[in-house]
């Protein structure tokens, strides 16, 4: 169902873009962006009455489209994850996901490059174990806030706390993941 959305969302958001704007090297119209990096993650989990932390650290991506309302302000699809592997017993190590799956929002403080930079996102949080068999993905609610520099046009390095919290009531499974990401991205405008 989740992978569903997203794909009807990112359609959608294509369809209706429109190509008179786009890949003009204007922050106004259409855009797509890429990004990977580095974060590190604090999960803290309880199962019934056991709780338990873990601090980690691994890649982050960051993926975003949308369009430039103005020169200085974009509205934006954003999934941005943090990844890293744990030892889940002595002989298995997983990887795990936590992400953002929502509607972000940019103000630049200037309106070409060079130019400061500040974000917000709200959305669907996730996490998961998206190459294990038999996963059990959880769903919550996420946000996220951060800084960034565009040092010229389409390149910048951007810096975000990203909060996710997801719940299972059937197994009593809460979760709070908090990663700090640092993040070099391009944006194809």
Do not use: C
């Not at 744990?86 to 940019?106: C, E, K, R």
């Amino acid at each position: 169902m989740f992978k569903s959305v997203q794909a009807v969302l990112v359609t959608a958001l294509l369809a209706v873009s429109g190509t008179a704007n786009a890949f003009d090297d204007n922050r106004t119209g259409f855009f797509i962006g890429l990004g990977v990096g580095f974060q590190g993650i604090q999960d803290q989990a309880t199962v019934g009455a056991e709780s338990f932390s873990e601090s980690d650290a691994g890649v982050s991506t960051s993926f975003k489209v949308g369009g430039g309302i103005t020169d200085q302000f974009a509205l934006y699809y954003v999934r941005n994850a943090s990844w890293y592997s744990a030892d889940v017993s002595l002989n298995q190590s997983l990887v795990f996901a936590s992400g953002i799956s929502g509607i972000g929002a940019t103000y630049y403080l200037q309106p070409t490059a060079p130019s400061a930079y500040v974000l917000a996102a709200v959305g669907l949080g996730d996490y998961s174990t998206p190459f294990a068999q038999n996963a059990n993905d959880e769903y919550g609610s996420a946000t996220m806030f951060g800084a960034g520099y565009e040092f010229s046009n389409h390149r910048m390095i951007e810096a975000t706390m990203l909060f996710v919290d997801v719940e299972d009531d059937s197994s009593r499974y809460q979760s709070s993941q908090n990663s700090f990401q640092i993040t070099l991205n391009h944006l194809w405008y």
